[in-house]
């Protein structure tokens, strides 16, 4: 099989280390937030590399690593551990937060039916390790101390710049912004390997070491727990692009130095998702996470979506009309209309019965040609792991078979009583395409692949019961028709999911918001001169064209009716307030709203639910007479 190796940035043929075995490294998730989609997508690609070495015949062991220290906000081995950012964000200790969301990862990972890995290692478990190799690295001379922490000396390598992609000058400190020179560091590109007590004092954890009491780098977490799991040699690394440097380019100097050769062949790195407002993450705001996908769209939805619109080796572009554009066209219009076509009319004219396939005409060839090549294309297809172009062909058999109801027209042969060995033959042969469908879809859309063959009524007899046309049990039954895939409305949809996101962002929102309170002081003479007075409402009335006045007539205990206007018409209705006794200030100077004068202010309390601001006017005791003086 062919693979795209981004350390070489051309296809090669696979070759593993040892013959019929691939150790298999996985890049995993710093378990401080929940992982977006643009996160998973690099694990539903890894996903399917993993699971079609399995298919060729590989015994694939796979292990990944959990970050639950040392992975700073920074390239430059500064800023804050986002574990213990994410620690004090919540209130929680650095492992509580670390167990949380590794659960909620591999929550989503089963909700998009990625396989776990054969071994998952967090790197709070293996300190030992990394201890053992940072002190070997130190007495080869590839490592030295500074500043009280533990560098690698990136002069000391004949190549360190690895992934020729990126330039020297460009990323000699780090590659995002904001990003600080450390003075400690012998040559720019060095990097921390354990930090000691005289750097980030707040840290949660911390461990005795050779060097004093420190926690290590993010780094070298890869390096150790790769080689503790699966030896001196690697297959396939994977990640997301963002990590080739500095991470993966360290993980590679610093490995290669402890073993004295190569030690990883090839690397599969996933590339960026974006969105509208550019590349999906966290610090932009503008992440999607996979619940809420799943909850809009479904499962496999979703997965066609990451997996056909998105090339490994590319970034790929990710948004609501992309994915209600493929649902309707692709998987409502061709897969899940052939389906429901095809067991409806079978359900209708054979009581759901299986017929013998004894009158074939010329015009059935075709579709028998394509499916029995099928196998074989898609596996070609797979062997350069091109997973889009792979799907492309079982996508190929389900449009000619869309095609061939049109050119038979079932509905025309069930008019004729002697045409029905015909009708049965067409049924038999939009079946069994449909069961070389569902069975070469299983890796890609699993959940839809067991339900396509559920209203077959047959099982999932593999690749192997692909050999032959003619797998559908003669005599047999077909379940109830059922859709897959509905056609959405994509301006309804679009307008729900506005509504729908707004509505989660406020329940984001804090519950209740008041505004602090001021902090300069009022001398009291000044406070004494407001003059706060009880008032009963005679009358209340909306102010014509005005969205937001009413108009009061109130007691104010003068004998003289006093007026006074009031932005709140969006809180309260007129009537339910003639009667209430409630708080004005009177020594207000007169001023003219809408034609009308204002003689004061109504006093209210204000603040914010989830986001909306809610104003109540303050309501006093009705036996409080009119004109009585609040002081």
């Keep these: 099989m062919q693979l795209y190796n981004s350390l070489s940035h051309k296809k090669e043929e696979f070759v593993p280390n040892v013959e019929g075995k691939v150790n298999m490294y996985t890049c995993g998730p710093t378990v401080y937030h929940f992982a977006h989609i643009g996160n998973l997508r690099s694990y539903i690609m890894e996903d399917v590399l993993e699971k079609y070495l399995r298919y060729v015949?590989?015994?694939?062991?796979?292990?990944?690593?959990?970050t639950d220290v040392g992975h700073?906000?920074?390239?430059?081995?500064?800023g804050d551990d986002k574990m213990l950012k994410g620690a004090k964000r919540e209130h929680k200790t650095v492992m509580e937060i670390a167990k949380y969301y590794t659960d909620a990862f591999f929550k989503d990972c089963t909700k998009l039916n990625i396989k776990r890995p054969d071994v998952v290692e967090p790197a709070t478990h293996?300190?030992?390790?990394?201890?053992?190799?940072?002190?070997?690295?130190?007495?080869?001379?590839?490592?030295?101390?500074?500043?009280?922490?533990?560098?690698?000396?990136?002069?000391?390598l004949e190549k360190y710049y690895v992934f020729n992609d990126f330039k020297e000058e460009d990323l000699a400190v780090g590659v995002r912004e904001g990003v600080e020179e450390d003075g400690n560091k012998r040559n720019k590109a060095d990097f921390v390997l354990w930090f000691t007590k005289s750097k980030f004092d707040d840290q949660e954890l911390k461990w005795d070491s050779p060097w004093g009491v420190g926690y290590p780098g993010w780094h070298i977490e890869c390096s150790c727990i790769s080689m503790k799991h699966l030896g001196e040699y690697l297959d396939i690394h994977c990640g997301g692009i963002d990590n080739a440097f500095p991470h993966h380019t360290n993980e590679i100097a610093q490995s290669e130095a402890y073993l004295g050769h190569k030690w990883c062949n090839y690397w599969f790195h996933v590339h960026h998702l974006n969105t509208n407002s550019g590349k999906m993450s966290k610090s932009a705001g503008n992440v999607?996470?996979?619940?809420?996908?799943?909850?809009?769209?479904?499962?496999?939805?979703?997965?066609?979506?990451?997996l056909h619109e998105i090339p490994f080796a590319n970034d790929g572009a990710m948004t609501?009309?992309?994915?209600?554009?493929?649902?309707?066209?692709?998987?409502?219009?061709?897969?899940?209309?052939?389906?429901?076509?095809?067991?409806?009319?079978?359900?209708?004219?054979?009581?759901?019965?299986?017929?013998?396939?004894?009158?074939?005409?010329?015009?059935?060839?075709?579709?028998?040609?394509?499916?029995?090549?099928?196998?074989?294309r898609v596996e070609a297809r797979m062997n350069e792991l091109k997973v889009a172009d792979a799907m492309d062909e079982i996508f190929a058999l389900l449009r000619r078979a869309n095609k061939y109801i049109d050119e038979t027209a079932p509905w025309a042969l069930a008019k004729e009583a002697k045409k029905r060995d015909r009708l049965g033959t067409v049924l038999y042969n939009l079946l069994e395409a449909i069961r070389f469908s569902a069975i070469l879809l299983e890796p890609y859309l699993p959940e839809t692949s067991a339900r396509m063959l559920h209203q077959l009524g047959v099982e999932n007899g593999g690749v192997a019961s692909l050999s032959r046309f003619g797998g559908m049990p003669v005599g047999g039954t077909v379940g109830q028709a059922e859709i897959l895939f509905g056609r959405i409305d994509c301006e309804q949809k679009l307008a729900e999911l506005e509504?729908?996101?707004?509505?989660?962002?406020?329940?984001?929102?804090?519950?209740?918001?008041?505004?602090?309170?001021?902090?300069?002081?009022?001398?009291?003479?000044?406070?004494?001169?407001?003059?706060?007075?009880?008032?009963?409402?005679?009358d209340c009335q909306r102010v014509k064209k005005s969205d937001k006045l009413l108009r009061f007539t109130l007691d104010d205990g003068t004998g003289e009716d006093r007026q006074i206007l009031s932005g709140i018409a969006k809180y309260?209705?007129?009537?339910?307030?003639?009667?209430?006794?409630?708080?004005a200030i009177v020594n207000l100077p007169p001023r003219k709203m809408m034609g009308f004068e204002s003689r004061g202010m109504l006093i209210s309390a204000v603040h914010k639910e989830r986001g909306d601001e809610r104003l109540n006017l303050i309501m006093i005791d009705s036996a409080i007479p009119a004109g009585a003086k609040l002081c």
């Design 499 to 538: 509504a729908w996101q707004e509505a989660r962002a406020k329940a984001a929102l804090p519950a209740v918001e008041v505004e602090p309170q001021l902090t300069d002081n009022v001398d009291f003479d000044t406070f004494c001169r407001s003059d706060f007075r009880a008032v009963k409402v005679k």
């Design 288 to 306: 999607v996470y996979a619940d809420d996908l799943v909850e809009q769209f479904g499962v496999d939805a979703i997965r066609y979506f990451v």
């Design 126 to 156: 293996c300190i030992a390790d990394f201890i053992k190799v940072i002190s070997s690295l130190i007495e080869k001379g590839y490592a030295y101390e500074a500043g009280g922490n533990i560098y690698f000396d990136t002069s000391k």
């Design 57 to 66: 015949g590989y015994d694939v062991k796979r292990v990944m690593n959990i």
């Design 572 to 583: 309260y209705q007129p009537e339910e307030l003639i009667g209430k006794t409630l708080v």
């Design 320 to 376: 609501y009309e992309l994915i209600i554009e493929r649902v309707n066209t692709e998987l409502a219009n061709i897969l899940g209309n052939l389906v429901n076509r095809t067991i409806a009319m079978d359900q209708k004219y054979f009581g759901g019965q299986i017929m013998a396939p004894t009158a074939g005409e010329p015009v059935d060839e075709e579709l028998k040609a394509i499916a029995l090549a099928l196998p074989a």
């Design 72 to 78: 700073l906000t920074s390239d430059g081995d500064t």
